[in-house]
């Protein structure tokens, strides 16, 4: 069974910093990533890691945000710098396996705020 188990959401003030962990378990994943859904918005990816290595980000996040994977922990993670109001949203992680399949967390909220 697939879990993919979040943490580290939560308030921060704008130009804060706050890092996001998922600890994957349950299968052998071809990439882990993180979305975000902003209040009234759709679901937008953040950040991903494929395998291999390569990293790809959304433009908004470029220079801010940085994604990384522990391959021993099964552990995504995402540093996030430089937060501004508009990052406020609900982080999902997100993990594909091998088959084909796709997953995903149960999200964690950061806002933004001063």
């Known amino acids: 069974q697939v879990q993919l188990v979040e943490s580290g959401g939560g308030l921060v003030q704008p130009g804060g910093s706050l890092t996001l962990s998922c600890a994957a378990s349950g299968s052998i994943f071809s990439?882990?990533?993180?979305?975000?859904?902003?209040?009234?918005?759709?679901?937008?990816l953040v950040a991903v890691i494929i395998s291999g290595g390569t990293k790809n980000y959304a433009?908004?996040?470029?220079?801010?945000?940085?994604?990384?994977?522990?391959?021993?922990?099964?552990?995504?993670?995402?540093?996030?710098?430089?937060?501004?109001?508009?990052?406020?949203?609900?982080?999902y992680c997100n993990a594909g396996d091998l088959t084909g399949m796709n997953y995903w967390g149960k999200g964690t909220l950061v806002t933004v705020s001063s």
């Open 31 to 44: 990439h882990l990533g993180w979305y975000r859904q902003p209040p009234g918005k759709q679901r937008e």
């Open 59 to 91: 433009d908004s996040v470029k220079g801010r945000f940085t994604v990384s994977r522990d391959n021993a922990k099964n552990t995504v993670y995402l540093q996030m710098n430089s937060l501004k109001p508009e990052d406020t949203a609900v982080y």
